[in-house]
Nanobody, 120 residues
Framework: QVRLVESGGGLVQPGGSLRLSCSAS????????TTWYRQAPGKQRELVAR???????NFADSVKGRFTISRDNAEHTVYLQMNNLKPEDTAVYYC??????????????WGQGTQVTVSS
């Protein structure tokens, strides 16, 4: 079983920065794709950023130029660096990872979410 834990959320003023982490643990053989999603109150969950095993990335239009995504394969951790944050970035941010585990084959796991609040 593969478990994901997000961290790094909090309260920040507009224009500020936060770095979210998504750490995977368990019987991991490989992680193919890790995706950050967010869900604001009353809105649907939306894709924020994605990184593949080869390092390819893509971003929602609303965060391009402000957010970056990176991964540390040795630590099974993916980072979401968020700069120039805006109030509309306020949401619960979730991490999703797809890959393969030694014990159970393919996995598709979600973290518990971390709250990001952008407010003055």
């Amino acid at each position: 079983q593969v478990r994901l834990v997000e961290s790094g959320g909090g309260l920040v003023q507009p224009g500020g920065s936060l770095r979210l982490s998504c750490s995977a643990s368990g019987t991991i053989f490989s992680i193919n794709t890790t995706t950050w999603y967010r869900q604001a109150p009353g809105k649907q969950r939306e894709l924020v950023a994605r990184i593949t095993g080869s390092g390819s990335t893509n971003f929602a239009d609303s965060v391009k130029g402000r957010f970056t995504i990176s991964r540390d394969n040795a630590e099974h951790t993916v980072y979401l660096q968020m700069n120039n944050l805006k109030p509309e970035d306020t949401a619960v941010y979730y991490c999703n990872a797809e890959g393969s585990s030694w014990s159970d084959g393919p996995f598709d796991s979600w973290g518990q979410g971390t709250q990001v609040t952008v407010s003055s």
